[in-house]
């Protein structure tokens, strides 16, 4: 599905909520209005979606919806590089295992000098003291919030590859799959496709994907003011941010980020998954290392993050949706 097909010719084939040619109503909406209707609100992240991505340059590949209906379907089935996206999906596979009996979040897993990878990325290789030994709560946590790459090894050791992706396939996954290397315990991150995706955090609120109390676990880490803020949450207060579950993932040209959002009483209302690669607009050679906020396809997910959370400010998710609670942002100063 290419971007002619998702934003006008092929609309009714595709399937999606889109903004239809300069001149006609969805058009000139008034984008200072707050959308009123689940219908608005598609219309307005789809306007917002497109322009963005044009700024920002590069291949996007996309999956957005509002209240359980598409807003947004560019190239969803395309199978991209997941980056840590997919770690997600590898947490999926250890809670699966806890709510089998199988593990548990107090079980222990030793960080050897061997296991750490020293990146620029997460805490682990920050700790200086090993051997050491940590829970498993502490490694999905980690491994969710900050990005901790010497996780994906954890985990491993508990769920090796082989395990993790036929786990994933029996949920349903057959395109978010990691990949094995020589040693079993190891792995790459793999792909996906942004409709697979999209299909996991759906499960995942809907109570399908694991147990209820894995599925408050897993939201709970992605909602925390700890996970990353440099896209979607970018724009957003403390409040709004803790109405956010999401994890970004980077690598080489890759930007990706997906997750959900929730409204004021804790219902899933929105969720999306944005992968994008390539050439982006700017300086390649600044572009090349910058995982930050400033990156084009960042600010474009930063506009995006601002505009999804406003468009559904009156809009209420379906009544049978699960509510994962309201949470609210309480600092201490030690003691």
Not at 248 to 275: C, H, K, M, Q, S
Not at 283 to 297: E, L, R, V
């Amino acid at each position: 599905m290419n971007r002619r097909q998702v934003f006008g010719v092929g609309a009714a084939a595709a399937g999606t909520v889109l903004v239809s040619g300069e001149g006609s109503a969805a058009a000139q909406e008034d984008d200072t209005a707050v959308p009123a209707t689940p219908e608005q609100a598609r219309r307005r992240i789809a306007r917002v979606y497109r322009r963005e991505v044009e700024r920002a340059g590069g291949t996007w590949s996309s999956y957005i919806s509002v209240a359980g209906e598409a807003a947004v379907a560019e190239g969803a089935d395309t199978v991209v590089e997941a980056y840590s996206v997919n770690k997600i999906a590898v947490a999926t596979a250890v809670l699966d295992k806890i709510d089998r009996g199988l593990l548990t979040l107090d079980q222990r897993v030793d960080v050897t000098e061997a296991i750490v990878i020293r990146d620029t990325d997460g805490i682990i290789p920050l700790d200086g003291a090993y051997p050491s030994s940590i829970t498993l709560g502490h490694v999905l946590a980690m491994l969710l919030t900050v990005s901790d790459n010497t996780c994906v090894r954890l985990c491993g050791l508990v769920c090796p590859a082989a395990e993790l992706n036929e786990i994933l396939r029996a949920k349903g996954f057959v395109h978010t799959q990691v990949v094995p290397v020589a040693n079993p315990n190891r792995f790459f991150l793999g792909k996906t496709t942004p409709a697979e995706t999209h299909t996991l955090l759906q499960m995942l609120v809907g109570g399908t994907l694991l147990s209820a109390e894995s599925s408050a676990y897993l939201l709970n880490v992605l909602r925390s003011l700890t996970a990353f803020t440099d896209g979607v949450r970018l724009d957003l207060s403390s409040a709004e941010r803790l109405r956010v579950a999401t994890k970004a993932g980077w690598f080489a040209t890759g930007r990706n980020e997906a997750g959900v959002i929730f409204d004021a009483e804790g219902r899933p209302t929105v969720t999306y998954a944005l992968f994008a690669s390539g050439e982006y607009t700017g300086d390649p050679a600044a572009n090349a290392d910058n995982y930050s906020a400033t990156h084009p396809a960042l600010r474009a997910r930063a506009k995006l993050g601002r505009t999804m959370m406003d468009a559904v400010a009156r809009i209420s998710a379906a009544p049978a949706a699960r509510s994962f609670g309201a949470k609210a942002y309480h600092p201490v100063n030690g003691g």
